[in-house]
C-alpha cells in the first residue's frame, strides 16, 4: 500500500464490530510483506457475520482508506477479506465491480489477493466470477486475476473441474473476437488443470495466431505441461529459464550484451 500524505477531513464511521478491521494491519503482520495468500484473520471471532456484508462492502470501497497510513490502509483489504471469509456470496458482484476498480487504480498488490480470496467462496462463485470472465467489458487486468480465480476454484475443487474447464474451452472458441493475452491466460488455466481433451482446440487457436505466446508459451510448452503435475510444471518451467540464461545467442542475452556495450561507450 502506498497511502499518500494528503489527509482527508473526513473520519470513519464504522462502528463495532467493523472499527476492529482499521487496527489490524497488514495481514502478514510484516510491513514489508505481500500478503497475497496469507491466511485469512478469524472475522467471525471479531463480531463481524453475514449481517455485516453491506457496511463490510462500503468498508472495501472507501475511498477514504487511500489516503491513509498503517493500519488503517489495509482495512479495505481486510473488508474484502471478511466478505469471503464468511461466506457472503450475495456480496461477489459487488467484490467483481471493486476488483475491476482496483485494475484501474493500478492497484497490483491488492489484485494478487484477489484469486485466493473470492476462491475461498468455492463453487458458489463460479457462476458470477465466470460472467465477469466472459464479459469483453471486463478490464484486461481484472480479467486475468477472474480468470486465476476460476482455476484455483476448480483445482481445490476437482468435481467442479469440467464446468471451469467448459468456461475456459468457450473463450477459446470465441478467440478470434477476444484479446490474444486472454486467450493466452485461458490456455495457461487449460494447462494448470491438465485439460488435455482440449489440446486440438488448443493447437488450432494458435496455429491461426489467435494468442499471446508470451502468456502460455508456444504449443510445444504447452503440449507438454498439459500433462504435468504442478511440481513437474515449476521444475521444467525453472529447466527452460536456466537454458535461456546460460545461451548467449537468446534473444535476453544477446539484448543484455548490446546494453552493456552501449553503457560502456559512454
Known amino acids: 500500500m502506498k497511502p499518500s500524505t494528503r ?5 470513519p464511521d464504522y462502528a463495532p464490530p467493523l472499527d476492529q478491521l482499521l487496527t489490524l494491519g497488514n495481514p502478514t503482520g510484516d510491513e514489508d510483506k505481500m500478503w497475497r495468500d496469507a491466511p485469512l484473520a ?6 463481524l457475520s453475514v449481517d455485516h456484508a453491506d457496511e463490510l462492502i462500503r468498508l472495501a470501497s472507501d475511498p477514504w482508506f487511500n489516503v491513509q497510513h498503517s493500519p488503517q490502509c489495509y482495512a ?3 473488508a474484502f477479506r471478511a466478505l469471503a471469509a464468511l461466506g457472503c456470496t450475495r456480496a461477489i458482484p459487488a467484490m467483481l465491480r471493486l476488483v475491476e476498480k482496483m485494475d484501474k487504480a493500478n492497484e497490483d ?8 480470496v473470492l476462491a475461498v467462496f468455492g463453487p458458489a462463485a463460479i457462476g458470477p466470477v465466470a460472467a465477469a470472465w466472459r464479459d469483453q ?3 484486461f487486468g481484472a480479467r486475468l486475476f477472474i480468470g486465476d480465480s476460476l482455476e484455483r476454484i476448480a483445482l481445490k475443487w476437482s468435481e467442479h473441474r469440467s464446468t471451469v474447464v467448459g468456461v475456459f474451452a468457450e473463450t477459446l472458441k470465441l478467440a478470434r473476437y477476444t484479446d490474444p493475452g486472454i486467450n493466452g491466460h485461458a490456455i495457461s488455466a487449460l494447462v494448470a488443470l491438465n485439460a488435455v481433451e482440449l489440446l486440438p ?3 488450432s487457436v494458435m496455429e491461426a495466431g489467435l494468442v499471446d505466446e508470451m502468456v502460455c508459451g508456444d504449443f510445444e510448452s504447452v503440449e507438454q505441461d498439459i ?9 521444467a518451467m525453472q529447466a527452460r529459464i536456466e537454458a535461456v540464461e546460460a545461451d548467449p545467442n537468446s534473444p535476453l542475452n544477446r539484448l543484455a550484451a548490446a546494453f552493456g556495450q552501449a553503457s560502456g561507450g559512454e
Open 227 to 235: 500433462r504435468m503435475t504442478a511440481g513437474e510444471r515449476e521444475a
Open 201 to 203: 482446440v488448443i493447437r
Open 137 to 139: 467489458r471486463t478490464p
Open 7 to 11: 489527509r482527508p477531513a473526513r473520519t
Open 42 to 47: 478469524d472475522y467471525a471471532a471479531m463480531g
Open 76 to 78: 479495505p483489504i481486510h
Open 109 to 116: 498488490g491488492w489484485l494478487e489477493d484477489v484469486p485466493g
